[in-house]
Structure formats: C-alpha cells, structure tokens
C-alpha cells in the first residue's frame, strides 16, 4: 500500500495492488481458487507461513485483500472484513463476539432489530433492546456481564445523536466490546474507532458503494479483535464477491466528494424546509435548535445526507406528499447519487404497531429523505411542488 494520510488520497490510493501491467488500480480477479508450483507453495500459504490467495470465499483474493486495506485505511483501523451485505457482517460480528450477550441501543436497522429481537435468542444469545430514553438502565444492563453494546448513530429515522465516546467508556469500564454501525455518517462525517469504539459496522450498500448498484458490508477493527470472525465469514459464506469488492473500490475512490457534496445538500434542503408553511418539523443534526446539535458537532465532521421532515396533516398527507415527488424515488434505501424518499410507518418501521412507532418518536407524517448529487435547487423545486 502506498502511505497516504488524507482521507481522500487513502480511498484513491490505499490498498490499490500494483500490478504487473501498469493497472493503475487493483483489477478483479474473478476467480475461485488460486493455483501453486508446488505443494510446499500450497502449505505456505494454508498454515499461513506466507500471505496469498488461495480460495475466494476464504477472503483469499487480491481484489478482497485489496478494498479490505482501503476500508481499513477510511476507519484509520489495524484490519477489515468485507462481507456479501451489511447484515452479514453485523451477523459475523454478533456470532463472534456477542455470544454472551448484546446491547442494542436506540433505534436500528430493521434488519438489526429483528436478528437481535427474534433470531439470536432462538440460539440461546441474550440480547436487550433499549431506546435512547432508557440509557439510565445501561449500567445496570452491563452489570450483567454482557459481551457487546451496539448501536447507530445518527439513528433511523428520527435522526437520534448517542455519545460513541461516553458510551464505549461505560461499556469498557464493564468489559465489554463496543460496535458503532456507521452506516449512516459515512467515514467521511463520523470515525467511530478514533472516538473509542471498538468496530466500525457498515452496510457498503449505502454511501461507499454510492450507486445503488451493489450490495456489500465491512467490519473494521483492531486484528487482534478481526481474527475471531474471520471464520464466521468464512463457515457462513458470506465473503464479498470479488466483482462486487472491485466495484466498491471503484465507488471508494470518489467516498470523500459525493459525500461532502451530499452534507451540504442536505443542510440547505433541511434550512430551506424549516421555513416551509406545510412543513410541521425538521430533523437534521446540521439544525442549530436539533436536539443532538451540540453532540452532533461534537463527534462528527459533517452532519451527513439524511433528512426527515414531518408533513402537516398526518400520515395520509405525508403518502401524498411521497407519491407526488418526481426527482425523490420511493424506495426504502439511503446513500446512493440519487434522492429517494421512504415513510417510514409505511416501510422501514412498517412492522410496528403505531403504539411502539410512537414510543419510538416516530410519527406517520415523517418522510425520510436521502439527499443524493442532484442540483439542491432541482430538489427544492420538486419538495415544494409535492407539498403543494
Ligand atoms: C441497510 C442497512 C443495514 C443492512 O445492510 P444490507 O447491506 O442491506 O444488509 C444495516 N444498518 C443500517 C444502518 C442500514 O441502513
């Protein structure tokens, strides 16, 4: 890896292999397995005497190994796994590392939330879900001996700022591991490792892989703390393809541009709906009067590409307003060049009752936006159209 130092200059150049026909960057090797001269070659590398490819689902890849190093460099961490989707790597990392019991706090991925709720428990994992509002019984709840505090940060939709650095305090005090899913900021708004957690988690589908065009996730971390779910990754099956990691790469090396581009796209749609007359509340932790401003300003260096907004006359007004967007898609996704829009009690939070939504904060007049790279003006024009 050429040394780079600049976050920028480390997605353009970290982890890029040089190759032996001048590829400016890492090509993809679409490959399933690795050829030797000899056994003793073979053996090298399989009792691990020697780094090198050997078979693709191990992670054993150039072009794995490769945007592994450039996912590393964006976290500033010692390692990272790229895995098939964010679910994936949250799964490798709560099997490696959770089996004496998980903490999630806050609101999470809906994915997330049912794992830890429903699935983990069937195996016989402990696993407690706690709001923002119930962070007084953390300290108890880790008491207990649980093994890892996950979380989001901002969170879905409501946007919610948790402290990484007070928190990963509070848990290390009580031996536990701390993993922030950073899948929201990006590495480029918020490096959680440098604030004191131990993992930074990644749905890649997002804001790395940009586009919308591919599904990938990545665990980023100390080695010592990486090793143990290497083999998850590997016995699940669930490793990056190389065509999907070449691809992420590709997205990586414009990371830091798209989204310095969509934070401040995002705090001009997010003033510019505060003074909207149909607008009953915005969501943004760029707004000086958000409840997570000051910590928001705190931790991040941006304030990211995400904005809820809460439309007068309730829920059935709010679909209205969905459905009347032309240059906002209604899909259920974020981080990609183009804006969607998704109403949260109709998707993302479609599988609450409206008692636990609204104990969540979360009401059924809220749109989420994902600002993308359009022209913020052309996006004006179409919020203020569909409201009407
Ligand atoms: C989308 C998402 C996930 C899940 O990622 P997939 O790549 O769809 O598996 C996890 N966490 C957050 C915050 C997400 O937005």
């Not at 509002?133 to 953390?138: I, K, R, T, V």
């Not at 915005?282 to 931790?299: C, N, S």
């Amino acid at each position: 890896m050429k040394s780079a130092t600049g976050l920028s200059t480390q997605c353009i150049h970290g982890g890029e292999l040089d190759d032996a026909h001048g590829s400016p960057h890492t090509p993809p090797y679409q490959t399933t397995t690795f050829k030797f001269a000899t056994t003793a070659d073979l053996l090298d590398v399989v009792d691990g005497r020697k780094p090198g490819s050997l078979y693709t689902r191990y992670g054993l890849n150039p072009t794995i190994f490769s945007v592994e190093q450039k996912l590393a460099g964006l976290e500033a961490a010692e390692m990272a796994w790229a895995f098939c989707s964010g679910m994936a790597a949250e799964s490798a990392l709560f099997m490696a590392h959770g089996r004496k019991g998980i903490v999630c706090l806050g609101d999470a991925y809906g994915g997330t939330l049912e794992l830890l709720a429903s699935q983990l428990p069937q195996l016989g994992m402990p696993t407690h879900l706690m709001l923002g509002s119930d962070m007084g019984q953390l300290d108890e709840i880790l008491a207990k001996g649980v093994g890892l505090v996950f979380f989001e940060t901002p969170t879905n939709p409501t946007l919610e700022i948790f402290d990484v650095h007070a928190i990963a305090r509070m848990a290390h005090a009580h031996g536990a591991l701390v993993a922030v899913d950073n899948t929201f900021a990006s590495p480029v708004n918020q490096r959680p490792l440098e604030l004191g957690a131990d993992f930074a988690v990644h749905s890649c589908t997002k804001y790395l892989g940009g586009h919308s065009d591919l599904t990938a996730g990545a665990i980023m971390g100390s080695k010592e703390l990486l090793m143990p779910i290497w083999n998850w990754r590997k016995n699940l099956g669930t490793t990056i393809a190389p065509e999907v990691a070449s691809l992420l790469a590709r997205s990586l090396r414009s990371l830091v541009v798209r989204v310095r581009q969509q934070n401040a796209s995002a705090q001009a749609v997010a003033e510019a709906m505060t003074r909207h007359p149909r607008i009953a509340r915005v969501l943004y932790p760029g707004l000086p009067d958000f409840p997570g401003h000051a910590l928001a300003a705190k931790q991040m260096s941006g304030f990211g590409g995400m904005v809820t907004i809460e439309v007068k006359g309730g829920g059935e007004e709010a679909t209205r307003v969905a459905d009347r967007l032309k240059l906002f898609a209604l899909a259920p996704s974020l981080g990609g060049v183009e804006s969607l829009v998704t109403q949260p009690c109709t998707t993302t939070h479609h599988g609450l009752t409206p008692e636990e939504r609204a104990r969540r904060g979360i009401s059924d007049a809220m749109l989420r936006l994902s600002i993308g790279l359009e022209d913020a003006d052309d996006l004006l024009a179409d919020l203020n159209r569909a409201l009407g």
